[in-house]
Structure formats: C-alpha cells, structure tokens
C-alpha cells in the first residue's frame, strides 16, 4: 500500500471514515488471546505505522465471552471481579492471581482454562508485571482471556432477577457477591471446574470425581474449589444450587451467597448434620476433606508465606491436590518477598514457574 493509500479492504460505505488504528482485514484473533511467539506476526497484518500500532494493542479488547459458542471439551474457569482493571485503564493481574492460572492450566494440559474479566477488556502492553505476567499465561495454549458483560451473562437465565433488581448491587460485599452469583451460573452454563484466583493447583483434575466441592472445616464446605460435570446429573446439581442461591441471595452476609449455598446442598444429599471432617460421597457428588483443598484454614494463612511456620505448614499439605492460600485474609496487606523462603515461593517456583520468573521483587 503505497503512502496515501486507504487499505485494499476499506470500504467507506461499509466502514464509515476510516480510522488508520482499524483493521480493515478479514476478522483476526483478539490480542487477548495471540500468544507470545505470534504477536510480531499479528502486528505484521496492521498497518505498519507507529500510531496504528499503538492504537491496535490499545483499542483491542477482549472478545466478550456471550458472543461465542465455547467448544466441547473439559474446562476450568476463574473470575477477575474486582473491576480493578476499569481504574488502571488496562487488563490488570497480580502475581497470586496469574499463579493460579498458570498452576491450573500446567497441571491440566488437556483443559481449557478460561480467566473472564467483569472489567472493560482494553489489553494494553507497557512492560509493567501485570503485563509481563499476562503475557506468561498466554504462552499456554490452553489459557483463554475473555471478558464478561454481566447484564449479557445473566440475560434469560435463573440468576438475572438479582440484576435487575439491583440486589447484587446493592449487596453489601458486591464484589464478593457478583463472584458468587458468577461461579454458580458459569457452572450452570458450561459445566467444568471453577477455581478461585488465590490457589496453587498440584494435580491434574482428572484425579478427581466429576462432580464435586471441598470442605474447609469439618461444619462448612466451601465454594472456592468445586465442579459439574455436563451430565445430566451434574446439569442437575448446578441447577439446583444456582436456583438455592437465588431465593436465598443475602447482601448482608458474607458467606450467604457461596459457602452457604453449597454446604446446605451438600447437607441434604448426603442427609447429614454431622459434617465433612472426610471425603464423602453421596449419589455421584463428592465432598472431599479439608486435607484435599483447604489443608491450612484460613486463620492460619500466614502458614503460607513466613518461613517460620514453614515447616509445620509443609506437613498439613502433604495430600493436598490445590492450596487455597487465602490471600484476602492478608487484610494487613504485609508484603512477602520472592526471595523468602517459604511455603508459597517453593511451590510457585514449582508449579508456575513462568510467571514467578516474572516477579519483580514481591508475591
């Protein structure tokens, strides 16, 4: 294209006054999802000037995850619902987060894993750590970045009347709650495996049954590591607990929405008032024990990241399948090292190890 030239594929009556930061080709990959070794590639395709270029890495957003037909096959899902990215301008992860990501989708090879963003889905790569560590995530095949328009995501669904009645938005933990509301509904849509963003995964997840939760202590089972399957049980089992925690939504109460859902469900299939001090199965769901995904308790989540309590902690671990590290309880926002020694850094060396390269100096 010589200088002065409008794109082969520009059409004005089709395109409207042409942006010279537009693609005029045929429809390309989102940048959120060109791995590494493509982007040069993708960059090729545009036009070639320096304000164009800048525009395409800045203008391309994530493809929203309601315009697409996901293909079959396992998944597993996290949640960014911090809207955090909407303050920074940019798509934003932090290094417990992208751990977690890189852990689920090193172990898990032959899964999908899926990072949904609530925040407007602008990528933009300055070099920063947020943007070095998205980068490691997307040099796996199997790690997809979309984001999620809320009100598209819950349209014609059980859980859209928490929307447009505004309960979700008005909840009192409204972060805590949407990704309540979203972890329930993404199983129901899709089936697969959620997770939340503050874990380290140590074994595949085909180890594990279909359909499934986790205790935390032995009286309550908690929502951040759990599955469905697509059958038609565990269809059936994801609509019974997304239908719970519509009429028993609850802003005013932390655990309302999540833990308490899938712990009185888990109750009155298995028809106990005993607890889940051990794993348990009960018609094709199991409840798996503390030890398996919760092996430290949150009130001890220092365990994790000090060296002094490394070695006790090591031992409370030893048949864990995923450490949900409990990073929210950090509520004094203490800074850990990448060069401490400690339980979290010897792991994170181990199971994302491309994303730990990429730490500046802190977890």
């Not at 409207?16 to 982007?39: C, H, L, M, N, S």
């Not at 304000?51 to 037909?69: K, V």
């Not at 009645?165 to 199983?187: F, G, I, N, P, W």
Request: glycine share 8%; aromatic share 14%.
């Amino acid at each position: 294209m010589a200088f002065g030239d409008y794109p082969a594929d520009y059409n004005p009556k089709v395109h409207g006054p042409y942006d010279p930061a537009r693609f005029y080709g045929k429809p390309d990959t989102p940048f959120g999802q060109v791995k590494v070794g493509e982007i040069s590639a993708w960059l090729g395709r545009r036009n070639k000037g320096p304000a164009a270029i800048t525009g395409a890495i800045s203008r391309e957003s994530l493809e929203d995850i309601s315009d697409i037909t996901l293909p079959e096959g396992k998944k597993i899902f996290f949640h960014e619902t911090s809207c955090n990215s909407d303050q920074t301008g940019k798509i934003t992860i932090n290094a417990v987060q992208a751990c977690s990501v890189e852990s689920a989708a090193k172990l898990n090879p032959d899964r999908a894993v899926y990072l949904l963003y609530l925040s407007s889905g602008v990528i933009k790569n300055e070099g920063s750590e947020p943007d070095r560590l998205l980068e490691a995530l997307l040099s796996y095949n199997n790690v997809k970045i979309y984001h999620v328009d809320v009100m598209k995501y819950v349209r014609d669904t059980p859980a859209e009347v928490l929307f447009l009645k505004e309960r979700v938005q008005r909840s009192e933990y409204q972060v805590s709650h949407a990704s309540d509301v979203m972890r329930y509904l993404t199983l129901w849509k899709y089936g697969g495996v959620y997770l939340d963003l503050d874990v380290i995964v140590l074994k595949s997840f085909d180890e594990l049954d279909e359909n499934f939760s986790g205790a935390q202590l032995p009286t309550e089972i908690a929502a951040g590591v759990m599955g469905f399957g697509n059958s038609e049980i565990g269809k059936k089992y994801a609509t019974d607990c997304l239908s719970d925690l519509v009429d028993n939504f609850d802003g005013f109460i932390w655990g309302a929405n999540g833990p308490d859902v899938i712990t009185r469900f888990a109750s009155k299939l298995c028809n106990t008032e005993k607890g889940f001090d051990v794993t348990k199965t009960c018609e094709n769901f199991t409840v798996y024990g503390p030890e398996i995904f919760y092996p430290i308790p949150y009130y001890w989540w220092y365990y994790y990241f000090d060296g002094v309590h490394k070695k006790a902690g090591q031992n409370m671990i030893k048949n864990a399948h995923v450490l949900h590290v409990w990073k929210s309880m950090n509520t004094e926002y203490k800074q850990f090292r990448t060069e401490d020694s400690s339980i979290y850094t010897d792991y994170a060396k181990l199971f994302c190890p491309n994303v730990f390269e990429q730490l500046d100096e802190y977890i």
